[in-house]
């Protein structure tokens, strides 16, 4: 294990994409209801909280006791078989963290959140069952769902049935049905049957008091799967339906990327809509088309954001996630399609040519209430030369945990943990001390054209003009057969009352953990050399070239050592400009 650093830097037939994506000339992508919850939503949703422990709330979730489910859903989405020789061995294992079963307190876990959600999902049951067999899966699986059922049964209570938690216990609980549902103790049997009936119960009233996104879209899945797998669900499954269809509409944009903008919450979605096409199937049922368009474009788009290696890039506090997982996936949704070169409204750009992948933030961060990882990352770019990441970004501030605290995990959202500009060692878009995003980017100019000689992509943003008086303009070119980038970093002054004389700029190249730099002698330059043999010239024509260390966060939340390249430099009032090169050598 990687020890974390004490510093970060500073700051069937195929379905075909459609060809209409390019974007239009010099488009302006603008940051519309910046706002959190309002306070009357807030206090809403409170009182309907403090509603779960009143009779009112466990009269509506009495009803009949179900003798069976309608069917056992296919399994789509395999867990991690090291995970469940974990849970054989005693002790719950996620992200690099330990829960020991042996005296485990269901009512008050002591983890982190994303640790706490991932038991309360049961979606260890997945892990379980890919590490061993049904009959040594029964009895631990089994044990924990009593003990779950001891203390969180009756009485609803957040986290364990927060409308995101009910809806893939729902899905969870289904298709490992096997495991938690194969004793012959009839009493608790019921009690497992009838825990799935109230948990629809509940979900009836509190989907859409979900956050809007992927968190609403669980717990409407959670409903039509109950609907479609317990008897007499055929009005709950209309009603799920339209439900999620609502859902869908306002956590996606048109072109299939989540609002949130997270690739880590869009693969989540596509598996969700995965597994419920699967419930759709066993009870053999129509998918609703919509289902299906939608997740045909939420494919394209996650297809855009993929690197040589088969891994997303390291956007809105994502991370690496295992290419074998998101194969898994895209293949589970039945989708075969191209990726998404220009995902217009969720922000991504995507330019390919040979082995080298290009991806670029060309979007304001997401709103206030969909940004508790979102990243001051407008601009920033990542490079993959086949399966290696040549330029990254940090990444990680999602997978906070046992290796990554609270605070390190702020820092990994500001722009310096970027490979973007950062001027006067500010963000782009302000973090503010509560985790929320404040001013900043605004407004993204975005303007891309498709020559004989490559790619040309030009972006520009807002986020320093009202305090620092400059607008950030970013050129890129990708030659056509992917052997040279080329790009420029522009500031540009804008009229104001009153700007800093200078300001100084930071311009940040991060490494990925397999390339190897070293200064040229005229300091102006680089070699950077893979570990697949290949050899990337770097040059740049302004400011001081220097190596400093960096880090790259993989996908269970450990830091990795790396390095990266950093331009210092002055812009003095009437602007500057930065040319820099990427070139790929034999």
Known sequence: MTARPKTLPRLEPERVAPEDDTI???????????????????????FYRLTWNTPLHAMRLKGKYPLKLLAVPPELVPGDARAGKALRAGYFFYRGMKQPLLGLDYKKIDQPIGFVDHIHRFRWLADLAAATTLDNAVPVAEQQMRAWLAAHGETPSEPAWRADNAGWRILTWTTYSPLILSSGDLVYRSLVLNCIARTARHLDRSADKAPIGLARITAWTGIIAAGLLLPGGEPRQIYGEAGLKRALESAFSADGGIISRSPQEQLEAIALLSMLSGVYQVRRRDLPGWITELTERAVAAMLGILHGDGAPGNWQGGAWTDPSRVTTII??????????????????????????????????????????????????????????RLIVNCGGAALAGAIIDDEFAQALRTTAAHSTLTLNDSNSTAIQPDGSLGRGVSQVELDRQELDQGSRLEI?????????????????????????????????????????????????????PDVEPTLTADRQGALLRLANGALWQFRVNAGELVLEDSLWIDGEGRPHQTQQLLVNGIADKGGTSIGWLLKRSG
């Open 24 to 46: 239009e000339q010099g488009k302006r992508l603008l940051l519309v209801d910046d706002r959190g919850l309002s306070l009357s939503e807030r206090l809403a949703n409170h």
């Open 331 to 388: 293949a589970a949704s039945g989708v075969r399609t191209r990726p998404l070169r220009q995902a217009r409204d969720w922000g991504y750009q995507r330019l390919a040519a040979g082995q080298t992948v290009v991806q670029v933030d060309a979007a304001p961060p997401p709103v206030a209430r969909l940004a508790r990882t979102g990243c001051a990352s407008t601009a920033a770019i990542e490079v993959s030369d086949g399966p290696v």
């Open 460 to 512: 520009g943003h807002d986020g320093y003009a009202r305090r620092l008086g400059f607008q950030h303009k970013r050129l890129i070119l990708l030659s056509a057969e992917g052997r040279e980038l080329r790009g420029e970093d522009m500031l540009l002054p804008v009229e104001r009352r009153r700007r800093i004389a200078d300001c100084s700029y930071a311009l940040r190249f991060h490494l990925g």
